[in-house]
């Protein structure tokens, strides 16, 4: 039986999915196709070059990596990615779709045509830093000439990518709605903004999901909280183990009807 993983954006709550992966491998399961979006997309990439997920959790840590991907605003509210892909070579060094373990792919949005592009060959790096830039807060990533943005803004889980290549569908959201805080900053006006415009699109994808995982307890956190690494891998690791009957039973299902 053919499995597929599909990771949704959202900043540094997608950490959580790592915790959602180690949680999954434990009851083992394994993933013979991956499509995410922005966060799920850095998660997915990582996962497919064969780091654990506790080695990912490591490298997303690290003082550099944590310094470059947090978002931040100078005085034109933008943040640029394109220095950072150096250091995503170090741990991806073949740079290229085609040289990962597990089929991998990735949303982002062309910002002129108005419209999603996948990519799942050729080169690697950059369009997994082009499906991360969040309009506002980074600016749009060029490749080949054509301006890229967050995947997010027109699939933040894709379903659609992989559906037909598998037998069974596990989705990974980090974005639960929840309760939230009053907001007192433009970031947060934004953010929040954001959230709920990307919401309203992924609802339909969730029904698609032999098995949708979505931490509830994420909602209490924000998509910079990237020094919060360990709290966010924990829910999502305690979360998907407090499901596993019903992942069981999911995968019992998919093998009958198969």
Known sequence: MKIGLVL???GAR?????GVIKALSEMGIHFDQIAGTSAGAIVGALLAQGYTPDESLKIIESS???????????????????????????YIPHDSFEGLQIPLHVVAVDLNAGEQVI???GELIRPVLASCCLPGIFEPFLINKRQFVDGGVLNNLPVDIIEHKVDLLIGSHCNPL???KPIRSMRGVIERSIILAVQSKTR???TRCNVLLEPTDLSGYGP???GKARELFRIGYQYTRSMAADI???????????
């Open 64 to 90: 550099s990596f944590v310094r470059h991907l947090r978002p931040a605003w100078n005085r034109m509210g933008l943040l640029r990615l394109d220095a950072i892909a150096d250091l995503y070579r170090k």
């Open 204 to 206: 339909e994808k969730f």
């Open 248 to 258: 069981e039973k999911a995968l019992d299902t998919a093998t009958v009807e198969q």
């Open 224 to 226: 910079a909280d990237v």
């Open 119 to 121: 990519f799942d060959r």
């Open 178 to 180: 929840g309760t939230s």
């Open 8 to 10: 949704s954006g959202g």
């Open 14 to 18: 997608g950490i959580a999915h790592l």
